[in-house]
């Protein structure tokens, strides 16, 4: 199910079942006249619902897809949109991100190497990506070592990853458990309030949109 978020801007809600348990992640879909932009991709089997999606867009032909980091999560449906569609679509990642989406690596969480898929473009902290109205890259590490954030430019709209999670709309640290360096993640929030926040999509836990930058700066001071 797409969820509007801010013009140009919708989340999808992907339903899973892991270890019994109910889960859903929320890969992010913005787009203009030129360009449909995918970030994450959920679990490996969700090809069908994210063409469902991009389907109901004014332009709903994906051009670009950008992980932010190498959970499998976050990757596991890449492969099969890469070969589901028949024309190019352009990766783009981290550095430290591309050998695990590569398979040169096994990812660390989990130990499995992915199926092969190329990525086109290397991102890095500070870049601006000159589409959709352009988006930052914001290198936060510490949920895991390759961990990017972005920020749409043109809806003033933070894309989380997992640098955060939401509960009931309110804006949570990541989750201890499956966060590799937490002193880390902590610091890494602090690089959020040089932006002009007006919204915040968490993959886990959706939208927050009242005082972002108050409780990123509260989050970050560990309160």
């Known amino acids: ?66 992980i932010t980091h190498h959970d499998y999560d976050h990757l596991g449906s890449l492969y099969e949109i890469i070969q589901g569609f028949d024309h190019k679509i352009e990766v783009y990642a981290h550095e430290l991100t591309k050998p695990y989406i590569q398979g040169e690596k096994p990812l660390i969480k989990t130990g499995i190497n992915v199926p092969k898929t190329l990525v086109d473009v290397t991102v890095e902290d500070g870049q601006v990506l000159p589409f959709c109205g352009g988006i930052t890259v914001i290198f936060t590490p510490g949920h895991t070592p390759d961990h990017i954030g972005l920020y749409h430019q043109d809806t003033k709209t933070l894309i989380t990853g997992d640098a955060m999670t939401a509960d009931q709309g309110q804006l949570q640290i990541p989750n201890p458990k499956f966060t590799l360096d937490m002193d880390q993640a902590l610091v890494s929030l602090n690089k959020f309030l040089d932006f002009d926040i007006e919204t915040a999509i968490c993959y886990h836990g959706g939208v927050c949109r009242d005082g972002i930058k108050e409780r990123i700066s509260t989050l970050a001071a560990g309160k």
């Open 1 to 66: 199910m797409a969820v509007k978020v801010n013009e140009g801007i919708q989340l999808i809600e992907l339903h899973d079942v892991i270890n019994d348990v109910e889960m859903v992640f929320r890969p992010t879909i913005i787009w203009d006249d030129k360009d449909v932009v995918l970030i994450d991709t959920g679990y490996p089997g969700h090809l069908e619902d994210i063409k469902t999606s991009l389907e109901k867009l004014p332009n709903g032909k994906l051009t670009k897809i950008i």
